[in-house]
């Protein structure tokens, strides 16, 4: 499957525990986006990262959440403490360039559940 | 700050009829406009991307118009199919780095 990877598909957690969710982009794409869909909402940007580098995190909450994109290796963001509120799909996108020319391509995101 | 609208929020049609999806963003100063597909529990399908330059996309029996300065974009469906049921996404960049989405139309094809 030459497409976008993210994993788990489905993640159940408890309040204050810590989700890792993974994303590995398209053969040949070093740009990355994270996006959240909350329950009847529409995606909302969260980060952009290219390799080792965090380049637009201006919709990333302030707390407990992080991302990294390592020189080897997927993507990663990570939910620490993890809270009701943060219950949503977080879909991961990659593109083979920088530019708005460049179509994003989406996996099928991680279903994240918190009881 | 940039918002997308799209409207209907649902929609019901019964097979074989022509539709129209309809998108507005507020901030005309876009890169590109693309429409994609969500199926339930699924990623998204780019279906067409307009750049800022152009008016309009065709692919197969799906058609999309952007006119930018009034801050609209139009999806249209020819003879539509039950398969064509899903949510329809549209999505804005103003910049290099992310999408803006609306909040989508949820189309069912009725056979």
């Known amino acids: 499957n030459a497409g976008v990877m993210q994993n788990p598909r489905h993640l159940v957690r408890r309040r204050g525990q810590e989700a890792r969710l993974r994303c590995s982009p398209m053969?040949?794409?070093?740009?990355v986006y994270w996006y959240r869909q909350l329950p009847e909402e529409g995606l909302k940007f969260m980060v952009y990262?290219?390799?080792?580098?965090?380049?637009?995190e201006s919709g990333m909450p302030k707390e407990r959440f992080s991302a990294e994109f390592p020189k080897e290796g997927p993507s990663i963001l990570r939910i620490q403490q993890v809270v009701r509120g943060d219950s949503a799909a977080y879909f991961c996108?990659?593109?083979?360039?920088?530019?708005?020319?460049?179509?994003?391509?989406f996996g099928d995101g991680t279903r994240l559940s918190i009881l | 700050k940039q918002e997308v609208t799209q409207i209907p929020a649902a929609l019901s049609v019964p097979e074989g009829e022509n539709l129209v999806l309809n998108c507005s963003f507020t901030?005309?100063?876009?890169?590109?406009l693309q429409w994609f597909r969500q199926d339930p529990g699924k990623g998204l399908t780019s279906l067409l991307l307009?750049?800022?330059?152009?008016r309009e996309q065709t692919s197969g029996r799906l058609n999309a118009s952007l006119d930018k300065s009034s801050g609209r974009s139009t999806l249209y469906i020819a003879a539509s199919q039950p398969g064509d049921s899903a949510t329809y996404l549209c999505?804005?960049?103003?910049?290099?780095?992310?999408?803006?989405f609306g909040t989508g139309t949820r189309l069912t094809v009725i056979p």
């Open positions: 996108a990659s593109s083979i360039a920088r530019g708005a020319e460049q179509p994003q391509h």
């Open positions: 053969k040949g794409h070093s740009h």
């Open positions: 990262l290219q390799k080792e580098n965090i380049i637009d």
């Open positions: 901030d005309s100063a876009i890169y590109n």
């Open positions: 307009i750049q800022s330059s152009q």
């Open positions: 999505a804005v960049a103003t910049g290099a780095n992310n999408l803006f």
